[in-house]
């Protein structure tokens, strides 16, 4: 069993930073993604990274602004956010799966509670 819990969500500017954190307890996964949801919006993808963490991919409008990553050692993956917008304000969500990497939500078994990053103009 997985168990995931993130941190580092908040209150920031436009253009600020932010890093969000995931810590996983249990088994060690190997596809760690990150996912975000708006209000009134479906949730959507914005990061994944492969098991050895050679692999990333990006929604493309994140693509350039965040980084994800992960430490094997600490079981963890993150998520610099830079260049903050508006638009990025959702809960941000950490998901993990035991098989290769994929965009679609409904493909990992595993999530957080979510974090709240809110962005001001």
């Known amino acids: 069993q997985v168990h995931l819990v993130e941190s580092g969500g908040g209150l920031v500017q436009a253009g600020d930073s932010l890093t969000l954190s995931c810590a996983a307890s249990g088994r060690s996964f190997s596809t760690v993604a990150w996912f975000r949801q708006a209000p009134g919006k479906e949730r959507e993808f914005v990061a994944v990274?492969?098991?050895?963490?050679?692999?990333?991919y990006y929604a493309d409008s994140v693509k350039g602004r965040f980084t994800i990553s992960r430490d094997n050692a600490k079981n963890a993956g993150y998520l610099q956010m830079n260049s903050l917008k508006p638009e990025d304000t959702a809960v941000y969500y950490c998901a993990a799966r035991f098989g290769g990497w994929t965009m679609n939500p409904d493909e990992y078994g595993y999530w957080g509670q979510g974090t709240q990053v809110t962005v001001s103009s």
């Open positions: 990274v492969t098991s050895s963490g050679s692999s990333t």
